[in-house]
């Protein structure tokens, strides 16, 4: 059964430098009809993954925090007579840092919604204007103020290792982020995926990417000044004060069941996955003409699961449990790790084991990547 829920809202103000939601770009929507699709989809996931409460619900995509307030408190409403709410429960929506959203942050709290993820990404107006970024400094600073004021719960995020930044550069903007008191931090390396505008720039000489060493440097800057403030890395990248984790994304990393609802919204529930459309307009023709918005609804086999229940696991500062992993999957526990390796990286001090629960080390995380691919049999992963 799943307990997290996530509702993917395509539409962006602006085009994206990042993404591909430039085509989703709208000059008008159609609330009435999209509240109507959005909760039609939402009753299809609850009734096949319905039955226990939700511990989290996740608004994200384009720019969620356009949504109108009436929008977001019908569709928690309706979450709520469908699935019931955990007493804690978190609900968290995205922003970007500019006025015309910020304007509408305290509406968006008493609709239900308690944290608030806020793509601030700089602290720096010329950094912002390297990442493509609308807002400016002062935006951002606003913006955060107001969020902090009106939700119980903050969290923003920071790319580093940008080129030309420096070690020290980058110490006194953490510190600078570390002072204004958030319980959570998305701290990122930035890094050129194929097919992004970034990749397009470096092969077109217009920067260069900050070399690994200086990047690594940075790395292990973030690990010493987060941890000295009380907020570790709790995975990879996300560093939260004790308590202040995100629950959705742990619903994520530890391999949990979760229902994806709106265009594009990928979701993982009793064994299958299931991958929405992606095109607005054929998301809501396949809700008009089904009830539901998938394109895509596809088994997953034992071996799969249990590949990407440790390749997310691994991401964490916890570690997984390899006996719950071998319970869950019917697999037999030798068969989910290769030993020799496990063994050979611990004792480089790059990965640990408690009897059943194996990890990574805060000195093996920057090579998390090469590590899974040598701690995870390749057997299992292309099973």
């Keep these: 059964m799943a307990r997290a829920l996530y509702i993917h809202w395509p539409f962006c103000v602006a085009k994206c430098p990042y993404c591909d939601f430039n ?24 009734d096949l993954a319905g039955g226990e409460p939700l511990e989290s619900i996740f608004f994200g995509g384009g720019t969620p925090s356009l949504m109108p ?14 699935w019931g709410f955990a007493p804690d429960i978190e609900i968290t929506l995205e922003a970007n840092p500019n006025s015309v959203e910020a304007a509408r942050f305290d509406a968006l709290a008493k609709t239900g919604v308690n944290r608030l993820s806020l793509g601030i990404q700089a602290l720096d107006d010329e950094a912002l204007r390297f990442l493509g970024r609308a807002h400016s400094l002062a935006e951002g600073l606003t913006a955060l103020d107001i969020a902090q004021r009106a939700f119980d719960r903050v969290s923003f995020d920071l790319i580093y290792a940008r080129p030309g930044q420096t070690a020290a550069e980058w110490q006194a903007e953490l510190e600078r982020a570390l002072a204004f008191g958030t319980g959570h931090l998305s701290l990122y390396q930035l890094t050129i995926e194929p097919g992004t505008r970034f990749a397009t720039d470096v092969r077109q000489a217009k920067f260069i990417p900050l070399e690994d060493d200086p990047a690594g440097e940075m790395y292990e800057l973030t690990q010493e000044l987060t941890r000295a403030a009380g907020i570790s890395a709790y995975e990879i990248s996300n560093h939260a004060r004790p308590g202040q984790e995100s629950r959705h994304n742990l619903t994520y990393w530890r391999y949990r069941d979760y229902c994806g609802i709106g265009p594009g919204a990928h979701g993982r529930r009793r064994g299958a996955a299931t991958v929405r459309h992606k095109k607005p307009e054929n998301w809501l023709e396949a809700v008009a003409q089904g009830g539901n918005g998938i394109r895509e609804e596809r088994t997953l086999g034992q071996a799969e699961q249990a590949s990407e229940a440790l390749l997310m696991g691994l991401r964490l500062a916890e570690g997984v449990d390899l006996a719950e992993v071998s319970r869950r999957f019917d697999f037999a526990r030798d068969d989910l790790i290769d030993a020799g390796r496990l063994g050979l990286y611990q004792s480089l001090g790059l990965a640990w084991s408690d009897t059943d629960r194996i990890g990574i080390t805060p000195k093996g995380f920057p090579l998390l990547d090469a590590l899974l691919g040598e701690l995870v049999p390749e057997a299992l992963v292309s099973a």
């Design 23 to 46: 085509s989703h770009v709208r000059e008008q929507v159609d609330f009435g009809r999209w509240r109507e699709a959005l909760l039609a989809d939402m009753r299809h996931e609850a």
């Design 69 to 82: 307030p009436d929008l977001v408190e019908a569709l928690l409403a309706e979450a709520q007579r469908l």
